[in-house]
């Protein structure tokens, strides 16, 4: 039981630049979402989904997309970077929120650097 | 707007010794609190919840201790061990699908 993956552990990207950060659970949870890490704060959530078609924007979602074409997946898309992006950034699942189970499963982390 | 906080950024204790960490949050519509772990370089790992109609919850080695008067929630470590050493965040539930995480502090276990 892999739990939550995330590729790639490390990116560098230049301003300007896309890319996606991939994230798979393979829990069938139906609750995924992103987080950002910067040092010395707590994270902050980018955007979340509570189903496959589902997305909803979470406290930071400006810059950042994403999309839920399955249960198992849940991309983030950095359409053109920025330096304000370089963080560590976190996908997580839960079978469900919202009913007090809240225990989030959290992946390994993708370090991005943008230049 | 309204944010989860913690008191002390950095706790260096004694192997042995009991752990205290405390969070405060300012959003009196939560209703669910957690404490999550996370090691160095690694993701957040889920230690113990919490809802708002209980005032103490314990785990193995662990308790979380909630006052909803003063809006004050603590961790508490009995007999901390050199694999403690991490930092400890605690999150707040307020909106059903959203996870507010606090800023973090570090435990440092001390031989």
């Known amino acids: 039981n892999a739990g939550v993956t995330q590729t790639p552990k490390f990116q560098v990207l230049k301003t300007g630049q896309s890319m996606t950060l991939q994230c798979a659970q393979d829990?069938?949870?139906?609750?995924m979402s992103w987080y950002r890490q910067d040092p010395g704060m707590g994270l902050r959530l980018i955007h979340y989904s509570v189903g496959a078609g589902i997305t909803d924007q979470g406290e930071v979602p400006n810059g950042y997309n994403v999309s839920r074409s399955t249960t198992e997946d849940f991309p983030l898309r950095l359409l053109s970077a920025a330096p304000s992006q370089t963080s560590v950034y976190f996908c997580a699942s839960s079978q469900s929120l919202s009913d007090y189970t809240g225990e989030l499963f959290f992946g390994e982390g993708s370090r991005l650097t943008v230049l | 707007g309204e944010s989860v906080g913690l008191h002390l950024p950095t706790l260096s204790v004694q192997e042995g010794d009991n752990s205290i960490i405390n969070c405060a949050y300012s959003n009196s519509a939560s209703d669910y609190f957690i404490w999550y772990k996370q090691e160095s370089g690694k993701g957040p790992q889920f230690i113990i919840d919490?809802?708002?109609?209980?005032d103490k919850r314990q785990g193995q080695r662990v308790t979380v201790l909630l006052n909803k008067t003063v809006k004050h929630l603590s961790l508490q470590i009995a007999a901390t061990q050199p694999g403690d050493s991490a930092v400890y965040f605690c999150?707040?539930?307020?909106?059903?699908?959203?996870?507010?995480f606090g800023g973090g502090t570090r435990l440092m276990v001390k031989p």
């Open positions: 829990m069938n949870h139906e609750y």
């Open positions: 999150a707040e539930n307020n909106a059903g699908n959203m996870l507010t």
């Open positions: 919490i809802r708002s109609n209980m």
